[in-house]
Nanobody, 116 residues
Framework: QVQLVESGGGTVESGGSLKISCVVS????????MGWYRQITGGERELVAS???????NYRGSAKGRFAITRDNAKNTVYLQMNNLKPEDTAVYYC??????????WGLGTHVTVSS
């Protein structure tokens, strides 16, 4: 059974930084492109950053220039460093494969709140 466990979220002031982590068990991620998704209350879950098997990163929208996605295949873990956080980054953050159906199940996510 595949499990994804996100952690590291919290409350920070606008302009602050957070690094969130996602440990995957039950599936080796080395052969998967991975991504970080977020869901704002009342909104749809959206992909904000992805990293290929080879380590190339891609970012969507406002994540460009502020977020950095990395992976540690030895630890089966994916990270997201978020800098210069803004109130509109407030959301629940999830990791999964990119596209997500390559793993299919979701974790509980980690809450990030940015105060103005």
């Amino acid at each position: 059974q595949v499990q994804l466990v996100e952690s590291g979220g919290g409350t920070v002031e606008s302009g602050g930084s957070l690094k969130i982590s996602c440990v995957v068990s039950g599936r080796v991620i080395a052969g998967l492109d991975m991504g970080w998704y977020r869901q704002i209350t009342g909104g749809e879950r959206e992909l904000v950053a992805s990293i290929t098997v080879g380590g190339s990163a891609n970012y969507r929208g406002s994540a460009k220039g502020r977020f950095a996605i990395t992976r540690d295949n030895a630890k089966n873990t994916v990270y997201l460093q978020m800098n210069n956080l803004k109130p509109e980054d407030t959301a629940v953050y999830y990791c999964n494969a990119d596209p997500y159906w390559y793993i299919g199940t979701w974790g509980l996510g980690t809450h990030v709140t940015v105060s103005s």
